[in-house]
């Protein structure tokens, strides 16, 4: 890339984080005459965690996201994309979400790990995905979008960290070698009243496949999930409005539940 690229990737992370922190939308980078590769995308990506590390964030994982056929299908996007999980963006169940900082929010229920140690390279299998992982929780993630609407491509997703807001975090557990992640099911509430419900076969198969993916993709990068980091496998269902003055709970048969609420 040249010069112009280079600040062209600057300027628009620069853009991304200032609608984020003034809550007002831009256009979806994929307008531009050149349109915008999943090369760039992630360029554009790296550049604003960057400025949010400088700002005192702190990396602690990744996220993949558009892993199950429902949200591909809502979001018109059909293959995965990741985001980077920042320390100042995630929060332990039980907390509380202010509406009015977020514009389009919406939230989805997720099977999410603690890794033990390293997993990189291209050739990661299941096995020793699950070997690594030393716990596994129910996660809440507010995804929101920095854009005019929804209707954006992966590539726009990905410039903007993969739509990733928040992430709420449930109690961690080990685990166990007799848990069927795939098997798991996901009921997602909200105020009392079940919404939406999912297994852990959605996300790609099985939700360690999604450690798998995410692996090959840093390993292209030079970069590579690391022991201590937190991975979230992707939503188990089609996201959800994100409403105030609503709790919304994820709950399972071996999992802990994860609660949010919202003023």
Known sequence: MDEQDDRWIAATASALLAAEYECVPIDALTVRPAGLTVETAYRV???AVARRIVGGARVVGHKAGVTSQAMQEQMGVYEPDSGVLLDDRVL??????ARCVLMQPRVEAEIAFRLGCDVAGPNVGVDEARAA???VFLALEVIDTRFTSWRITVADSIADNASCAWVVT??????????DLAAE??????DGTAVATGEGRAVLGDPLRALIWL????????DALRAGQLVLAGAVHASLPLEARSTVRAHSPHLPPVELHVR
Not at 215 to 222: P, Q
Request: hydrophobic letters at 35%; aromatic letters at 0%; charged letters at 20%.
């Open 185 to 190: 099911h996901l009921v997602v509430s909200v």
């Open 215 to 222: 692996a090959g993709r840093l390993d292209r990068s030079g």
């Open 45 to 47: 990506q790296k550049e």
């Open 92 to 97: 332990p169940t039980g907390n509380t979400l």
């Open 133 to 135: 992982t030393k716990e």
């Open 170 to 179: 449930g109690p961690m557990v080990p685990l166990s070698a007799d848990l």
